[in-house]
């Protein structure tokens, strides 16, 4: 599904975020990756949901250079990627079921955004998934009067009726309550298997990684420290992922300054 | 994200703020703008109390009392009344359909920079120029319609279309655009960017993300200034019938060059009432709108 | 589109209230009456303006105006026609703050009658009365001040004083003065109690009270608000120059009169300049000052 080839990003010039990365997903895979803040997860994953272009190297979605992509083109291919953030990113004011079928955006036409604003037009749809993620009735309900739990789920729901082939989830649970936690993994899990999505999780927490994912996939000043099937996963290679780095402020700190000066990657050549 | 290289240029603005020489510099030129500015507006504060001056201001006062409210007065002023009020409100619908697409692409994150157009232009240089280009050109057009006062955009539309409320709706149009537009595009940079990085990568075109994300978040902010735009708006409009762009204003120079003080008073009067009126009611739906919870 | 997962529910969802609410259409209903009464009472045409009679009229008159009276002698005349607005604009704004600050300790309730300064006064009827009264006529003298159209203070003043910047900066003094003094009383009527009685407790004056506890909490909002008003006044001294208060726009007029749309546009062009480097310099100021 994902091919990625000595890919790069660099910003201002100075701060190289992720370096070199080759990476191969396949259709209906479902991995983790985990790695210290600052390793590059997010930066990576933005570029994988076609958000921020690459600075170097080849990134090929379902055979695709997405790097060609531009305009009507690349919003059909990021239709095919659905995103849930940690910070849910919904839209406070709006009543749930407008967050949830902001999904569809990328398949209606102006005009029906616009008539769905005023009122609902696949108010069922919204249901049907809300009910997936266990929160239906709060359908017409505005979105921030919910917890944050449940916001998170309103996220997945609006996912779940954008229908993409690939479900990339950055660290979906590190702003949620850790007794809901597994739940959330959990179902992100069930819904990708459902309909066969290839299923990348960005996780904070290596016990949820390991016990749910059958691929993990360590990352560390932009770099993969580690590319193994879970059972294959050793102290050894933890310890190498988070060496230094004690606490999360350490973490950000540590992992930052061993930032590598630029020095492979030229931004002009995204091939 | 990234992180930028810190503190350097903050630690020289701050040594520049305390320095010393900043209180005496400023009250140098305070004093020296002060004694120019008192011969450049031939500042003499003895014409006031000059027997001329004394007899001129007293005429004009005892001239407004009784204040003129005959039947005969009163009756022309309805109608202009009531077009000072349909001025402010075309003159401002006329500058919202102007400013807001204007201020959409004033605002650098919805034009060039950030997350919504990376991707739209790493590739290709001429589209970064274009986009480039069109943000700066968006903000020297809003800069020069807001900066001519609308006083004088009336006047010359008043020669270019001649008389009428016409000329006055365009001025207020063409002015209040560029107020509102300014101000549009400080309101939506400053939105929340989170939920339109999620609308994009669900394939939302910008429009979608304009109206999805954007809106909901700007719009208590952008209703709250343009009706408050709005009241300016009344208090212009009348005052551009002086120059024959309609409303009271008109009646207004009329009864000064005439020298009928007792006119002008009524005439004052009832644009306080109107200013008054139009005051409350655009507080009360300010109060409404931004305490309510709607879409 | 719909995969195994995800179809139209089985069974029937909560029925929302209906969006869009009622109140919400009649406010929409009653939005566009108003756009309908005001474009046609208006005589506003947008067919002239989008490539008929309307846009033609401008354009011939857009041309009128280029090329900009560049002359020598114009062009000195302006920049000293420019100057003396700036002139205007400045010493009317300075007033303005003199008859603000004036009236506006008189004029808030919080500092003569009301609130915590006057809480354990013995009740003293008769110098309660007096003072509001103060107070009272110190609100309706700003209220006068402002409500009066600048221009037609303006008109007063040259009729008092003849034509020149001298009347168009009493104007613009008089008026703004009004406006900042509202301003300014908002200020200080919204100023922070627990300062005020902190320092009442330790047994000091009013007017000790209003210099420590009142003056450096309102100061630096009195400073900005002035600076906002400058970048309007420099407008409005153009504004008033056409009713014979001098300056640019004094000149304006006369150009307009005298058909002589070339130095119009050099006029127009100084105003650009003058207000934009207003503009500029009280964010400037407003940066550092405040």
Redesign the interface.
């Known amino acids: 599904m994902y091919q990625l080839d000595r890919v790069c990003k660099v910003f201002d010039s100075r701060t190289m975020a992720v370096d070199e990365l080759n990476l191969k997903v396949r259709r209906g895979e479902k991995l983790a990756f985990i790695g210290p803040s600052g390793a590059g997860k997010t930066t990576l994953f933005r570029m994988l949901n076609l958000t921020i272009p690459q600075t170097s190297g080849t990134l090929l979605f379902d055979g695709l250079n997405i790097a060609r992509l531009y305009g009507r083109r690349l919003r059909e291919v990021r239709r095919r990627i659905g995103t849930v953030y940690q910070q849910h990113n919904l839209i406070p004011r709006l009543p749930v079921v407008h967050n949830v079928l902001s999904g569809k955006l990328g398949a209606w036409p102006v005009w029906r955004a616009v008539r769905s604003l005023i009122r609902p037009t696949e108010a069922d749809l919204a249901y049907e998934a809300l009910r997936q993620v266990g929160i239906p009735e709060k359908l017409y309900d505005r979105t921030e009067t919910l917890s944050g739990g449940q916001q998170q789920r309103v996220a997945i729901a609006r996912m779940l009726v954008q229908d993409p082939e690939v479900i990339l989830a950055d660290e979906p649970v590190s702003s949620v309550d850790p007794a809901l936690a597994a739940g959330i993994v959990k179902l992100l899990i069930e819904l990708s298997e459902a309909s066969r999505k290839t299923l990348m999780m960005n996780l904070h927490s290596v016990d949820l990684a390991l016990a749910h994912f059958p691929r993990v996939i360590g990352l560390r000043d932009g770099k993969i420290s580690f590319d193994v099937p879970t059972a294959e996963v050793t102290d050894e290679h933890l310890a190498a992922l988070y060496a230094g780095n004690q606490t999360e402020a350490g973490e950000e700190v540590a992992s930052r300054a061993e930032r590598r000066p630029v020095r492979s990657c030229r931004p002009h050549l995204i091939s | 994200?990234?992180?930028?290289?810190p503190s350097a240029p903050a630690d020289l603005i701050l040594s520049a703020?305390r320095s010393p020489y900043?209180p005496v510099v400023f009250s140098v030129l305070f004093l020296l703008?002060?004694l120019?500015?008192?011969?450049?507006?031939?500042?003499?504060p003895l014409?006031?109390v000059e027997a001329e001056?004394r007899r001129?201001?007293w005429k004009?006062v005892s001239g407004m009392f009784p204040p003129d409210l005959s039947w005969n007065f009163l009756s022309l002023l309805g109608r202009p009344i009531?077009?000072t009020?349909?001025?402010s409100?075309?003159g401002t619908?006329m500058a919202v359909a102007i400013g807001f697409p204007l201020g959409l692409l004033a605002t650098s994150s919805l034009t060039f920079k950030g997350?919504l157009n990376?991707?739209?232009t790493?590739?290709?240089r001429p589209r970064a120029l274009l986009r480039r280009g069109s943000y700066l050109l968006a903000r020297a057009v809003l800069?020069?319609f807001r900066?001519?006062?609308e006083?004088?955009w009336a006047?010359?539309?008043v020669?270019?279309?001649?008389l009428?409320?016409?000329p006055?709706?365009l001025a207020i149009g063409i002015s209040y655009a560029g107020m509102l537009g300014k101000v549009y595009s400080e309101i939506l940079e400053h939105v929340n960017p989170?939920?339109l990085?999620?609308?994009?990568?669900?394939?939302?075109?910008k429009?979608?993300?304009i109206?999805?994300?954007l809106m909901?978040?700007a719009?208590p902010n952008v209703v709250s200034y343009t009706l408050y735009r709005w009241e300016c708006a009344v208090?212009a409009s009348?005052?551009l019938g002086?120059?024959g762009a309609?409303g009271i204003g008109q009646q207004?120079e009329i009864s000064?060059r005439m020298f009928n003080f007792n006119q002008?008073f009524t005439l004052?009067a009832i644009?306080?009432v109107m200013?008054a009126g139009v005051d409350a009611l655009s507080a009360r739906a300010r109060r409404a709108i931004l305490g309510r919870?709607?879409? | 589109m719909a995969n195994a997962p995800l179809q139209a529910a089985a069974f029937a969802p909560p029925k929302g209230r209906g969006l869009p609410s009622t109140s919400t259409l009649m406010i929409l209903v009653g939005f566009f009456a108003l756009m309908i009464w005001s474009y046609v009472g208006t005589e506003f045409s947008l067919r002239g303006l989008l490539g008929g009679e309307s846009a033609a009229q401008i354009g011939t008159y857009v041309t009128k105006l280029f090329p900009p009276d560049l002359s020598r002698d114009f062009l000195l005349k302006t920049g000293y026609w420019t100057l003396e607005t700036f002139a205007m604009s400045f010493l009317g704004t300075l007033l303005a703050v003199l008859i603000a600050l004036a009236l506006v300790f008189f004029s808030s309730r919080n500092l003569m009658f009301a609130g915590p300064l006057f809480e354990m006064e013995r009740s003293r009827p008769s110098v309660r009365a007096v003072r509001t009264g103060l107070c009272l006529s110190a609100k309706a003298t700003l209220n006068l001040l402002r409500t009066v159209p600048h221009i037609v203070w303006a008109l007063i003043l040259v009729f008092a004083v003849g034509l020149g910047p001298f009347p168009g900066m009493l104007a613009l003094g008089i008026h703004t003065g009004g406006v900042l003094g509202r301003l300014f009383g908002e200020v200080v009527e919204n100023v922070e109690t627990q300062p005020i009685e902190a320092l009442q407790g330790t047994g000091a004056s009013r007017l000790q009270i209003l210099f420590y506890g009142i003056l450096p909490q309102v100061l630096p909002e009195f400073v900005a608000y002035t600076l906002y008003r400058w970048e309007v006044n420099i407008r409005e001294a153009v504004i008033l120059g056409y009713v014979g208060a001098g300056g640019l726009g004094q000149q304006i007029q006369i150009a307009i009169s005298l058909f002589l749309e070339h130095r119009l546009l050099t006029l127009i062009l100084a105003i650009y300049v003058i207000v934009t480097l207003v503009d500029y310099f009280s964010a400037y100021l407003r940066g550092r000052l405040v």
């Open positions: 994200m990234q992180s930028d290289a703020r900043f703008t002060f120019g500015s008192y011969r450049l507006a031939q500042v003499q014409l006031l001056g001129n201001i004009f009531l077009e009020i349909q001025i409100l075309m619908f997350i990376e991707r739209e790493a590739g290709s800069s020069l900066t001519i006062p006083f004088v006047f010359m539309f020669r270019a279309v001649g009428g409320p016409f006055g709706v989170g939920p990085e999620a609308l994009q990568a669900t394939g939302a075109s429009l979608a993300i109206l999805y994300g909901p978040q719009l208090r009348a005052i002086f120059v309609g207004l000064m002008v004052v644009l306080f200013v919870q709607r879409v």
